[in-house]
């Protein structure tokens, strides 16, 4: 089994709450052999994989590999053809959007739009609203508002964007409109948080400041990201899955992947070299 790791041989055991521990780490998602088949062509083939708590997981892979493919069943945008998902040790596979929302797994980046003509702060504070959904009118006394705007100046000041406060979103710089996408993301307290490519489209000084964030807001939580950039997996991830044609090939620290020739034949078109782009 080209694929197992050392820890996918390790024997799994379950703890008091029903979630798999593996070597004394706590599994928060796990994936049996999910598939995703658009019309016969399988875009995820069987992709069994373990997110533990706590890590910066990273999924990598060359394009059309799946991993797009991959979020969009995690987060049920898409149904998934067979296998399983579980989220603490429970079956939440057939668990619609809302289900898996209110679980804490959240996804940034797509779905929280950032309104360009509301300020850094109204940003935030929307997204706060939003995540107390129809109680939010309980809370529209002024005293209360005032207590929104507290918690949304501690995300901006979690973002490092205090100072942005009064900007309207559209005057932002773009590595700061990512930093307040993570802010309005944080407003929904995830626990487990799906990046899609973070650091897309961004140039040198941007890649290193959202790379730092990401770091920084995934203590206390989950993070699974999607990452192209070499650079930025091997100075933030614990953890690498390695999807290729929709299957894992490689899972282990950026160390271990990395020097997997089945890894580097994917990304070099070549066995005789480490990964490229390492820093
Ligand atoms: N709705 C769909 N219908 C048919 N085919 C699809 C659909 N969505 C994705 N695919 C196909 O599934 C494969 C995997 O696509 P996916 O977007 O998951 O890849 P990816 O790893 O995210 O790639 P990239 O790195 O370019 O973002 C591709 O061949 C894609 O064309
Ligand atoms: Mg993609």
Known sequence: M???????????????????????HEVILETHALVKAFKGFVAVDGVSLRVRRGEVHALIGPNGAGKTTFF???????????????????????????????????????????????TVLENVRVALQRSLGTSFYFWRSEKSLAQFDD???????????????????????????????????????????????????????????????????SANRTVLMVEHNMSVVSSIADSISVLQRGRVIAAGSYAEVSKNPQVVEAYMGTSSTELAGTG
């Open 2 to 24: 080209p694929c197992a790791t050392r820890e996918e041989l390790e024997q799994k055991r379950i703890d008091e709450r029903g979630s798999a521990m593996v070597l004394g």
């Open 72 to 118: 969009n069943l995690l987060t049920k945008f898409l149904p998934p053809t067979s296998g399983e998902i579980f989220y603490h040790g429970k079956n939440i596979t057939r668990e619609n959007p809302a289900d898996i929302a209110r679980r804490g797994i959240v996804r940034s980046f797509q779905i929280c739009a950032v309104f360009p003509h509301l």
């Open 151 to 217: 918690r949304a100046m501690q995300l901006l000041a979690e973002v490092r964007l205090e100072r942005w406060a009064g900007t309207p979103a559209a005057d932002l710089p773009y590595g700061r409109k990512r930093a307040l996408e993570l802010a309005t993301t944080l407003a929904l307290e995830p626990e487990l948080m799906l990046l899609d490519e973070p650091t897309q489209g961004m140039g040198h000084e941007d890649v290193s400041r959202v790379t730092q964030l990401i770091k920084q807001v």
